[in-house]
T-cell receptor, first 113, second 114 residues
Framework: AQSVTQLGSHVSVSEGALVLLRCNYSSSVPPYLFWYVQYPNQGLQLLLKYTSAATLVKGINGFEAEFKKSETSFHLTKPSAHMSDAAEYFCAVSDQINNDMRFGAGTRLTVKP | KAGVTQTPRYLIKTRGQQVTLSCSPI?????VSWYQQTPGQGLQFLFEYFSETQRNKGNFPGRFSGRQFSNSRSEMNVSTLELGDSALYLCASSFGLQMVYEQYFGPGTRLTVT
């Protein structure tokens, strides 16, 4: 079965700094990969997804992620953090065989002024 | 377009009781998925319904069940509640099966079991 590991439960960056949130996956078949964001007291919102097209995926709010099969990684980046980016971020994996979504434990991003 | 709505937003139950949560998907969406979110276990997939049929199920006991109606609205039921069932239950809808189509999440129902 597939699984996801998010490295770092908390990440803190300064406003304007690079955001890097790490995600490694395990899947025996080609995966579909997702990044979601959750603001306090809200549901999840899809940032971007990889479904075997281009390996560099651009999402909303200036985020992007690169699928690296050799490293089994799908790290999320944003060149310049904004205060409004403070939230919890979840990486998730699914595939055509298992067809259930597995989420990582989440990374809480704090943005310092 | 109205978003995914979940009712009730907050619920308090006692051990041994049962509970039913409701989810109304975005108009035109035929897939509804349910998730449980807890601080300890994180986000866990419960089940997905598509066109009134359960398409896949996560690793939860049979006390957790669901159904979908012809208008795509979905309910999930938890019987014989345990303290560990306290969680935020999230519903998500999508046009088609969750892995291919973007899921839109509702705000969740926070269930507290005492």
């Amino acid at each position: 079965a597939q699984s996801v590991t998010q490295l770092g439960s908390h990440v803190s960056v300064s406003e304007g700094a690079l955001v890097l949130l790490r995600c490694n996956y395990s899947s025996s078949v080609p995966p579909y990969l997702f990044w979601y964001v959750q603001y306090p007291n809200q549901g999840l919102q899809l940032l971007l997804k990889y479904t075997s097209a281009a390996t560099l995926v651009k999402g909303i709010n200036g985020f992007e992620a690169e699928f690296k099969k050799s490293e089994t990684s799908f790290h999320l980046t944003k060149p310049s953090a904004h205060m409004s980016d403070a939230a919890e971020y979840f990486c998730a994996v699914s595939d055509q065989i298992n067809n259930d979504m597995r989420f990582g434990a989440g990374t809480r991003l704090t943005v310092k002024p | 377009k109205a978003g995914v709505t979940q009712t009730p937003r907050y619920l308090i139950k006692t051990r041994g009781q049962q509970v039913t949560l409701s989810c109304s998907p975005i108009s035109g969406h035929r897939s509804v998925s349910w998730y449980q979110q807890t601080p300890g276990q994180g986000l866990q997939f419960l089940f997905e319904y598509f066109s009134e049929t359960q398409r896949n199920k996560g690793n939860f006991p049979g006390r957790f069940s669901g159904r979908q109606f012809s208008n795509s609205r979905s309910e999930m039921n938890v019987s014989t509640l345990e303290l560990g069932d306290s969680a935020l239950y999230l519903c998500a809808s999508s046009f088609g099966l969750q892995m291919v189509y973007e899921q839109y999440f509702g705000p969740g129902t926070r269930l507290t079991v005492t």
